[in-house]
């Protein structure tokens, strides 16, 4: 399958977490979109073309995440996304939002804005390690829940350690007590099955260039009606009206945030063309496969290193796995493997510890994950196994 994509093939490429990697053939779609916008740019351009296509993208997409289209909007990124909903809310001094030790550091960063902007604190529980139990990660979560918490934030798939967060009842919870529910599902769409309605939440946002194989610059925000009117853009242009009508006849939520000025909606118009390339390649069968290979991989390196995996196997992302390894400089240790072995992973710090994040996607082989392995038992020493 390494041929499908564009990827250098003198890297062995374990990063897929990252950025993610276009299939050629939707890239193609992307390139094709490209292409429109420039072939005529003012009918391309003109709000009802515009809204036609967002429309087409939303219900597909919809369709393979169990929610409404109307209640879907794509975005450039889940950073940008949950910006929208995060620093729009109206907090007061003393109102709490309780996340958790594993959050993406941007987001860390947009809370801490946040609380500077309105006076709220930021209450992050730390997550019991290593995660095999549902009922130990909920009942942390709802334990830090006071009379002043207002917002609950939680990744769906941690970015630093790849957990696989067990949500539904955390954010059951949290609703009940009208907390608002809000969740950074950056790695959620694409890694096996996705239904937005089961996990319930407020607001969802996830890209689409990683997991799902959009191009870069597409992602989602899915927020349930009754918050939708409190959501507005951080650039305000002609989708947006002051009597909170919508001029261009989908909803004033869809046309206040898919209407922003003179941009390339490429990647987001792709969409449909990633989720049919995942359709005729048996994607969930792909995913298996990882799914099966980075277990096996994991489990060979825990062996050699001694240090545990943080979680059971089935709150772990289906195709990323976070090892510990010795403690050193990350930095070069990334350079390290990227220059004498050819293999490109993140090798990251977190909690005062030293990680590698490995991501296991269709054209990832048994050959990529034996090198790693033969790699890291040459940098630190391991025997073989």
């Not at 350079?335 to 293999?343: A, K, P, Q, T, V």
């Amino acid at each position: 399958m390494r041929d499908l994509f564009l990827l250098d093939p003198e890297v062995c490429f374990l990063n897929h977490g990252s950025y993610g990697a276009c299939p050629a053939e939707v890239f193609a779609a992307y390139q094709h979109w490209q292409r429109q916008l420039e072939w005529q740019p003012v009918a391309f351009m003109a709000p009802k073309h515009l809204a036609a296509l967002n429309r087409g993208v939303r219900q597909a997409l919809a369709a393979e995440l169990g929610v409404a289209p109307e209640d879907l909007v794509g975005m450039v990124n889940a950073t940008e996304a949950l910006n929208i909903v995060l620093l729009g809310l109206d907090l007061k001094p003393g109102d709490e939002i309780v996340t958790t030790d594993h959050e993406y550091a941007a987001m860390d960063k947009t809370l801490a804005v946040l609380c500077a902007r309105t006076g709220a604190r930021v209450r992050q529980v730390t997550v019991p390690l290593p995660l095999a139990s549902e009922t130990a990660f909920t009942d942390t979560v709802v334990g830090a829940f006071t009379p002043r918490t207002r917002v609950l934030f939680l990744s769906h798939i941690t970015s630093p350690t790849a957990l696989r967060l067990p949500l539904e009842r955390a954010v059951a919870e949290a609703r009940a007590r009208g907390i608002l529910t809000v969740i950074d599902g950056a790695h959620g769409p694409g890694q096996g099955a996705l239904d937005l309605g089961t996990i319930g939440a407020d607001a969802y946002a996830g890209n689409c260039h990683k997991w799902l194989l959009a191009p870069k610059g597409a992602a989602l925000l899915h927020v349930r009606p009754e918050h939708q009117a409190g959501i507005l853009p951080r650039v305000f242009s002609h989708g947006w009206e002051q009597d909170g009508s919508a001029p261009f006849g989908d909803s004033a939520f869809l046309d206040r945030l898919e209407f922003q000025g003179t941009r390339d909606r490429a990647a987001w118009f792709a969409v449909p063309a990633a989720l049919e390339f995942r359709q005729a390649h048996d994607w969930d069968a792909v995913i298996a496969g990882c799914s099966a290979l980075v277990t096996s991989t994991a489990e060979r390196i825990a062996a050699l290193s001694g240090y545990p995996l943080l979680s059971s196997v089935e709150f772990r992302a289906p195709q990323m796995v976070t090892l510990e390894l010795p403690p050193g400089d990350t930095a070069a240790l990334h350079d390290r493997l990227l220059d004498e072995f050819g293999i490109e992973i993140p090798v990251v710090d977190w909690a005062g510890r030293r990680f590698v994040r490995l991501s296991v996607q269709g054209y990832t082989t048994q050959a990529d994950c034996d090198r790693l392995v033969a790699a890291l038992g040459a940098v630190f020493g391991w025997s073989k196994d």
